[in-house]
């Protein structure tokens, strides 16, 4: 089958450097505190991640990190704005609990809307603008609540498709679902209910489709601009998987990072200005 030549789309990111970055708590089955980090390592793949990025042609601002807040390199996660909205986020732990007033200071400028329930930002919410006029993906069964969907779907005014994760070890959406482009995603079936994944099958007939090892090696963890593709190295047959379907794979290293339970997406937040 060939593919139409796809195009990227300029975006702009949010980030926030891994400066202070350990495994001192546990709160999902990747973390292992008896397993030392190497937080050097840890900027150093960073940074490549951001030169990446930057040198595809996309705005990467950068968040100061906290000491103290360890997991504040997991940027996707303190927010999610749509059309220039944004639903701020509320951490399920309480470790996490004050990232989410430093990414609030951030969007100062921006229609922001505060929550009320438990939410974990792009962790937990995905947008694709050219599906359905624009549609909001959201997980819940382990981080988000789903009083939170229904809340995302009032302060941005998109519809927002609930859908259940039943695996720990892809406790947020984006563990097991990214969105390629505009209108298709990938994900990996047995991350969801069977009703999400009749859900899925129905919204989204042309999605890739990833296996578990892909979605263990983190290769659902992806950040797309339409046409590149940046994921982890170690997800090797998931780089296949979205070559055979027409994009271009871009790997980086982020061994570190997925010590703390995540990898590319977990690191980049998408800033969707009006
Ligand atoms: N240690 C972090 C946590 O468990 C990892 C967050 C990963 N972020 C993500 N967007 N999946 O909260």
Redesign the pocket.
Known sequence: MSHMERMPRVRTYLMCPPEHFTVEYA??PW?DTTVPVDAALAVKQWDLLRTTLVDLGHTVHVLDPVAGLP?MV?A??GAFSVDGRVYGARFRYPQ?AAEAAAHRDFYAAWNFVAPEHVN?G??DFAYLPGAYGGVILAGHGFRTEPAAHAEAQEALGRPVVSLRLVDPAFY?L??ALAALDDHNITYYPGAFSQSAQRVLAQLFPDAVLADRADAEAFGL?LVSDGRNVILNTEATAMAHKVRAAGYEPVHVELTELKR???SV??AVAELRHA
């Open positions: 709160i999902n973390m997991d997991y996707a996660n996490r974990e792009e962790g947020h984006d563990t963890n703390g339970g995540g997406k977990c």
